[in-house]
């Protein structure tokens, strides 16, 4: 059991890792939309991302809905960074 955790442990610092990454990037996309006025938030896009994200997710035999709860969370982080970037 103790190896399966540690397995559960390394794969969660690496899902950080990726999120701090992704952080990175909003806040440089969040520059280039300042600069060019274009608005935060993109609905299109957005509904666009969690489709996808939820039809890779059943791919991969996880819960769709659980995803598309998770990236909502993680899209309204990124605007929130977004936000405060201007």
Known sequence: MK???N???AIDKKLIALLAKRKDLVVK???IKK???IPVQDDKREAEMLLERAKLAKKHGLN???IKKLYTEIINESKRIQSHEK
């Open 35 to 37: 600069k060019t006025g």
């Open 3 to 5: 190896q399966i955790r």
């Open 7 to 9: 397995k559960i442990d």
């Open 64 to 66: 769709p809905l659980l």
């Open 29 to 31: 996309l969040g520059e």
